[in-house]
């Protein structure tokens, strides 16, 4: 599967501290797998790593990582 990674969540990524940004990346480069769960009313999914969410959107063979915020700010 190919990921591909939005400027919106690129940009939420550089501004985390080092060892957050390197333990969700690693989540992301796992994907599908993982706590991951479909958002009600909305065509993305949520993957859950410890405090943060990482909000993408699965077509056939691409997943686009849409976002990335603390528990509280991304929804």
Same mark, same amino acid.
């Given at each position: 599967?190919?990921?591909?990674?939005?400027?919106?969540?690129?940009?939420?990524?550089? =501004?985390?501290?080092?060892?957050?940004?390197?333990?969700? /990346?690693? %989540?992301?480069?796992?994907?599908?797998?993982?706590?991951?769960? &479909?958002?009600?009313?909305?065509?993305?999914?949520?993957? =859950?790593?410890?405090?943060?969410?990482?909000?993408?959107? /699965?077509? %056939?063979?691409?997943?686009?990582?849409?976002?990335?915020?603390? &528990?509280?700010?991304?929804?």
């Amino acid at each position: 599967m190919n990921i591909l990674v939005a400027p919106a969540a690129a940009k939420a990524l550089k =501004r985390l501290p080092r060892n957050q940004a390197e333990r969700i /990346m690693r %989540a992301i480069g796992k994907l599908p797998g993982g706590d991951v769960k &479909r958002l009600q009313g909305r065509p993305e999914y949520r993957l =859950r790593v410890g405090s943060w969410r990482v909000i993408f959107l /699965m077509q %056939a063979e691409t997943i686009t990582v849409t976002d990335i915020g603390s &528990r509280g700010d991304i929804y």
